[in-house]
């Protein structure tokens, strides 16, 4: 039998917030002040990575000498710079999230980005205290398409990884909630949108407002 669904899990950028777009900013302002333009190839291996995972694909991709830890270092202020006042929620954030609450589901957070990215996010959003737990990037050993973030996740909302159902944007996120043992809900950005995942997501979602039926249909009652 399927397990219940007991909890919910969302990443953020990408999935609850439209911070992505500014992200990429902030990584366009950088490499041009460094002689580098930002390609499309180059972000769409980051999507979904930590800050300091990013930094490597960026010294990798274009041959940077520079350390790891002096580009992510250089990018945290470019980042927040680029997301203050910027940020709203994507469509179908407020609904899901109130439609879990409804139902007496336990929910947390999971980001990969740094606390204080997520804070400043959250707060600009009006998403803060919306979660029981959450857990940033920073916590974990391993980022995501390692399954550490969501196994975090679960063990302090103090529930079975099989009943929790992770919400995510990008591959290195599904394959991440898969790796977990969680079901997850896809719900692809435009860099994305033709991409087709292996091993698949649970379910692809056009937007977060689609997953009340398949929550109704996962036999969750909403109130």
């Keep these: 039998m399927t397990p219940q669904v007991e909890a919910l899990i969302f990443d953020m950028d990408g999935t609850?917030?439209?911070?992505?777009?500014?992200?990429?900013?902030?990584?366009?302002?950088w490499l041009g002040q460094h002689g580098h333009t930002l390609r499309d190839d180059v972000l769409g291996q980051?999507?979904?990575?930590?800050l300091l995972e990013g930094a490597a694909v960026i010294r990798r991709e274009y041959?940077?000498?520079?350390?790891?830890?002096?580009?992510?270092?250089?990018?945290?202020?470019?980042?927040?710079?680029?997301?203050?006042?910027?940020?709203?929620?994507?469509?179908?954030?407020?609904?899901?999230?109130?439609?879990?609450?409804?139902?007496?589901?336990?929910?947390?957070?999971?980001?990969s980005s740094l606390r204080h990215h997520a804070d400043l996010t959250l707060a600009e959003t009006a998403l803060t205290g919306l979660f029981d737990v959450e857990v940033t990037g920073d916590e974990v050993e391993y980022g995501k398409p390692a399954p550490d973030i969501f196994l975090l996740a679960a063990e302090?909302?103090?529930?079975?990884?099989?009943?929790?159902?992770v919400f995510e944007d990008s591959p290195a996120g599904v394959a991440a909630a898969l790796a977990a043992g969680m079901r997850c809900l896809w719900i692809p950005g435009?860099?994305?949108?033709?991409?087709t995942l292996d091993p698949a997501p649970t379910a692809r979602l056009e937007d977060l407002g689609e997953a009340i039926a398949w929550l109704t249909d996962a036999g969750v009652t909403i109130n």
Aim: charged share 20%.
């Design 16 to 29: 609850l917030v439209d911070s992505e777009p500014f992200a990429a900013r902030a990584w366009g302002e």
């Design 46 to 50: 980051m999507y979904g990575l930590r």
């Design 63 to 111: 041959g940077l000498v520079l350390p790891v830890e002096e580009i992510a270092h250089a990018q945290d202020s470019l980042r927040i710079a680029a997301l203050r006042g910027n940020l709203k929620p994507l469509p179908g954030a407020d609904v899901v999230l109130a439609a879990g609450r409804a139902a007496g589901l336990r929910m947390a957070l999971a980001t």
């Design 156 to 165: 302090r909302l103090r529930m079975a990884p099989s009943s929790c159902v």
């Design 190 to 195: 435009p860099a994305h949108a033709a991409v």
